[in-house]
Every structure is written in structure tokens, then in C-alpha cells.
């Protein structure tokens, strides 16, 4: 820990229906997002039924995370450069394994977790998009005598497995999962955005990408429309509020579908969208945040 010394690093991004969609690099897993929405980018997802679209989404999730389980790390133990996952030949080529009509099998899986996300924007332009966790509550319980400062306990998602790009080992970082995230479109930043919820976060960004993008929502609309978690094999987990016809459409599909009537395992998230300029030359800010936990959006 004493030779730690904090980096800049340079995000990733992949684009999606005309915008570009930006996350930080491994050791977390803003690229599990990103592979997910490069995998739905072929697909005529305004032409689908939300059945389907939804289908397919989880489908995409999925192999991102197959994809991450085996490979994602500290990025000079991975396999191969974190870039290599998200070029456009790579993407195409998992795409063409997905299926519009049938659920694919896997042994990764999605573990609960907790963080806060916020994200600001001013008049000149400058926006931020921060994420912070000590991951399970008060993390690992460990305070810094005389600071206040509690210690996190990511570590917690190390790999056992000897060889595994994410294996426990002195001066390595462990697979994480705060991912904060930010569009853009052409030489315009749109806005940052963020959801909160341990492995829940690249499947929150997905949805609610899906929403802004593909659907067109409002921010706030986006974000509250219902969620789901994929979590495990075939198990799928749907905030109760979540059409039921879906529901059963997607059980039909192969899904193994969990209804849960509590929203505090899908995340909670919050997004700003910069619009064009008005007419005094100034841009214009829609704030969106989740009705699921606490938070707002303030105007000063």
C-alpha cells in the first residue's frame, strides 16, 4: 500500500445508435457495459417487441460477464488489452451468437452489492461523473486511527483460481465494480449518468441506455422505468412492477423468472442530459434521478 500511487487512465468506449458511450477501464467493469451494448448494436432493436429487445439484453449481459469472469483484472495480468474485447470485429463476432428465440447457459454469476453515484454539470460546460464504495456497507469494518476513514473490503471479489487474470496477489487490484459513465455524441459531451448496485451497475447502464437511446425516455422516465438483474444460469430476477405478460413471455423464451417486490436490488442511478443551446447561447440541462432511493436534483 505504500508504494500505491493513484493513476489517470484513458476510458473505453463503444458507440451506440449515433452516441458514444464512455466507462473506465479494468480493473472495474465499465467493460462489461460496453461489451453488452456492442453485442444489442447490430440488432434492429426499435423494430422488436420489448419481449424481445429485453430477451436479447439479458442474453448480451450474460456474455459480457462470461467474458469478464474468465479474463478481466488487473490490467497488465489480463490475456489480452482490455481494447481488444470492445473492436468492432470482436463485438460483431458475439453478437452472432446470440438468438432471438432461445437462452443461453452459463457459469458466471452477479453478486449483490452497495455505492453511491452522483454527477454534476455547470454553465461553462465541465461535468463530472463520481462513483464511491466501500462495498459491503461500512466495507471491511477497519477505520484509520485519527482520520475517520473507513477501509473498503473489495477485495472480497479477488479470484482464488492461480493464473486467473484476477488472482489474490500482492500490489494487485481486484476486479471491481464502480463504474461511473458518460455520453457523447460526435465533439458534444451529453451528460454523465451512473447506477448504483454492485454487479447490478453494467446492467443498470444497459437498460437504461436501452431507454434513453433505443426507446428515446426521458431521463427521469428511464431511470424509473422497472429493472432486472440477470443472476445466475438462466435465473433472472424483475422488479415486481415489471409487466407481467413480459414476464411470462420471457419464461416461455427458457428464462427462469424470479419476481421480487423489493426495487433495492436493481440499482439506483441518476443522469444529466445537455441539450443543444438556446437561443442566449447557453445549453440546457435535464436532471433525472431514481425514485428508488433517496436523492434529487438540485439547481443552484
Known sequence: MADYQAEWVEPLSVDFRGYTVWEL??????????????????????TLSEVQ?????????????????????????????????IKKAALEAGAKTLSLDSVSDTTASSLPGGTVYLCAADRSGNM???IQ???MGFGSGLVVPGTGIS?????????????????????????HTIIPGFL??????????????????????????????VEKAHPMDALNAPRWQWLKDRTVAFEEPYDESIRKELARFGHYIDTVPTSALFGRGQVIWRSAKDSTGRYVFCGGTDGRSDGSVAVF
Open 25 to 46: 477501464p479494468p480493473n472495474g467493469q465499465g467493460i462489461v457495459a460496453l461489451m453488452a451494448l456492442g453485442f444489442l448494436e447490430p440488432f434492429s432493436l426499435e
Open 53 to 85: 429487445r429485453t430477451h436479447l439484453s439479458i442474453e448480451a449481459v450474460k456474455l459480457a460477464f462470461k467474458i469478464a469472469t474468465e479474463t478481466i483484472g488487473e490490467p497488465r495480468s489480463m490475456p489480452k488489452d482490455a481494447r481488444s474485447y
Open 128 to 130: 463530472v461523473s463520481y
Open 133 to 135: 464504495s466501500n462495498y
Open 151 to 175: 477501509l473498503h473490503n473489495r477485495g472480497c471479489n479477488f479470484s482464488l483460481q492461480s493464473g486467473h487474470p484476477n488472482c489474490l496477489r500482492g500490489k494487485h487490484r481486484p476486479y
Open 184 to 213: 457523447s455524441r460526435g465533439r458534444e459531451w451529453i451528460g454523465p449518468f451512473g447506477v448504483m448496485g454492485g454487479f447490478m451497475q453494467p446492467q443498470g447502464h444497459t437498460q437504461l441506455l436501452i431507454r434513453l437511446l
